[in-house]
């Protein structure tokens, strides 16, 4: 899949150099069925007929879900499809393992045979996890996120999308925090493929902006946690991971300075589900170090997801731009449509990373731990964000470039001001 890449020479010449790696093999596996368009969560309780299967609990936040009408409608046509439904309402950003747990216990006393997320990604991912206990009774569904115990069987999951962010909807992943251990981790599993995923994207024009911005961030994250890996070939799918960042650069844009904008929610909804279903790294080997360094920041300050990883990207982008500047040059060509001039690979690189800060600043996102909230924090905090990131010095992150515990502090000392 190799190509000439006519359409930013600068990059050609410096992508070439040092390291370079061919597309690897690659199996893809998308089953979710999508949904798109207006008034589809009217067809939440046939699909899940169709699977056969009569006893549902549905998983949601807070009161919005229920002021705006959707948790009714949802219910109603649950029912009018002959569904017997109980409700497990609360969920919060980060998701608890707490209120999985709870799921559990219901599921289970309700005897439920199918789990519906109505939300955002934490929704859905508590879905993902209580379908997961509910399969597996005799075992504490934290054994699984620990790794100590492999998941074999899960509930079927499905969910009727109301913020545009995480792509859980189509993704094999579910994140879950500990608030006893301050831990948050990711599981990731075919089995957590939703068998559906419902996208009306007029139930996202209310969305607050803060809600907004954060999800633009996951989305566009998701990419870039694909698109820079070592496997740095010119290939289709950079193509695709490129368009689909400049789509959510414009859309994002739009849907702050034109709040309710239904296009814009309309572009960042289907781009979220493809960010995070694989497509947008086939080929490649995935990173993911700056989800993980922001994983690290949610544990222990509860901070909102998206704006950790605005928070640390841009000081994990310095640390390991090294590793192959070319990318970076490449990334300001193809998606911020930056001239290289004379510039040096790396001062080229180096106004790519700053062209993305900015688009974050723009989003009134953070890009540094002050700006996060955390304040400045002293080297003892860091440390502690460090080793619990390495998981207790059992592993490295990130494959574009491996980071150990130094590392990690490094990169963590970067956003530190």
Not at 177 to 197: M, V, Y
Not at 205 to 212: A, G, K, R, W
């Amino acid at each position: 899949m190799n190509g000439e890449d006519t359409a930013a020479p600068y990059a050609r010449a410096f992508f070439w150099k040092g390291q370079v790696t061919s597309m690897q093999s690659f199996e893809f596996y998308s089953p979710t069925r999508i949904l798109f368009g207006a008034d589809t969560e009217l067809q939440a309780g046939a699909q899940i007929r169709a699977l056969g299967c009569s006893r549902v609990l549905l998983v949601c936040g807070g009161n919005s879900a229920a002021a705006s009408g959707l948790l009714a409608r949802v219910e109603q046509c649950l029912e009018q499809a002959g569904l017997a439904v109980r409700t497990l309402s609360g969920v919060h950003p980060n998701p608890r393992l707490s209120l999985a747990r709870e799921g559990v216990r219901q599921a289970l006393e309700f005897g439920a045979d199918f789990i519906l997320a109505v939300g955002g990604g934490s929704v859905i991912d508590t879905a993902k996890a209580v379908a997961d206990g509910a399969a597996n009774p005799e075992t504490d569904l934290w054994q699984f996120w620990l790794r100590k115990i492999p998941l074999t069987r899960s509930l079927p999951v499905g969910a009727v999308l109301t913020i545009p962010a995480a792509g859980s909807e189509c993704s094999d992943s579910a994140v879950l925090t500990n608030e006893e251990t301050h831990e948050k981790r990711g599981l990731g599993s075919d089995l957590h493929r939703p068998r559906f995923a419902i996208l009306n994207p007029a139930l996202t024009t209310t969305l607050p902006p803060y809600q907004v911005a954060c999800g633009v961030v996951d989305i566009m994250m998701h990419t870039m946690d694909r698109y820079f890996n070592p496997c740095t070939d010119n290939n289709l799918t950079d193509e695709l991971a490129e368009g689909l960042l400049r789509c959510v650069i414009q859309n994002g844009r739009r849907a702050l300075e034109q709040p309710g904008d239904l296009h814009a929610m309309s572009e960042l909804m289907w781009a979220g589900s493809l960010s995070h279903n694989g497509l947008t790294g086939l080929g490649g080997t995935k990173d993911f170090a700056p989800h993980q360094l922001g994983h690290e920041l949610s544990a222990m300050f509860d901070a909102t997801h998206g704006a950790t990883l605005s928070t640390v990207w841009g000081s994990w982008a310095r640390y390991c731009l090294d590793a192959n500047p070319g990318r970076f040059v490449r990334f300001g060509s193809r998606v911020w449509g930056l001239e290289a001039g004379s510039k040096t690979p790396n001062e080229a690189a180096l106004a790519a990373i700053e062209a993305t800060e900015q688009f974050f600043h723009g989003l009134n996102m953070p890009t540094c731990l002050s700006e996060l909230g955390c304040g400045v924090l002293d080297e003892s905090t860091l440390g502690e964000l460090a080793y619990g990131c390495t998981y207790y010095q059992t592993r490295t992150i990130g494959t574009f470039r491996v980071l150990n515990e130094e590392d990690i502090l490094a990169i963590y000392r970067l956003a530190n001001h």
